[in-house]
């Protein structure tokens, strides 16, 4: 019995462990970006997948500690399985947004959004502050794999981020719907 228990320990120790050095990533992109955005262009955005980031990753961790340790392992690996599966989910969002920000520093493409920073920045900031309404994320403008512009609407993820893996996790996140998926 003390056996089990010392395996399914070790099983959610080994999750923690990818959730911990998952969320070291996340910082560590985020202190970077934050350091690259001198003209503060993105900071509604980065505030926004850090509070969503933050939110996700604390769900998680939430879970793993209602874990049971006790015998048998079985459900303790199946509880983790489905952990680190959302991990997996919060490590391929944020690699798409990598991706997205981190066209601003590709010599070849970064005159195109940060341009598109700057539209967006005159044409969408300027007025919600005239208006004094509350500013919410900004629009990131990037450059998309398809012929035509389209804009994603904030409660609809683009088709690259839809899952299936885990919808309840997904649902539960603040602003993030799997509709239209």
Known sequence: ???????????????????????????????RRRRLDVR??????????????????????????????????LQAYT???KADCRLLVVRRLGQYFRDKFGQRDDDRLKAIP???DEVIWSGYVQPVRKAKAALRSVPLPYI??????????????????????????????????QRGG
């Open 1 to 31: 019995m003390y056996e089990s228990s010392r395996v399914n320990c070790l099983r959610v120790g080994q999750t923690r462990r990818q959730l911990s050095r998952l969320r070291a990533e996340i910082c560590d992109w985020r202190t």
């Open 40 to 73: 503060e262009r993105h900071a509604t955005q980065l505030r926004t997948l850090q509070q969503q980031f933050e939110f996700m990753l604390g769900e998680i961790e939430r879970s793993l500690g209602e874990i049971s340790l006790a015998p048998p392992p």
């Open 79 to 81: 509880d983790c399985r």
């Open 114 to 116: 940060v341009t598109a």
């Open 144 to 177: 998309g794999s398809f012929c035509s512009p389209s804009a994603v609407s904030r409660d609809q993820p683009p088709q690259d981020l839809r899952s299936d893996v885990d919808a309840e996790f997904l649902d539960a996140i603040p602003g993030f719907t």
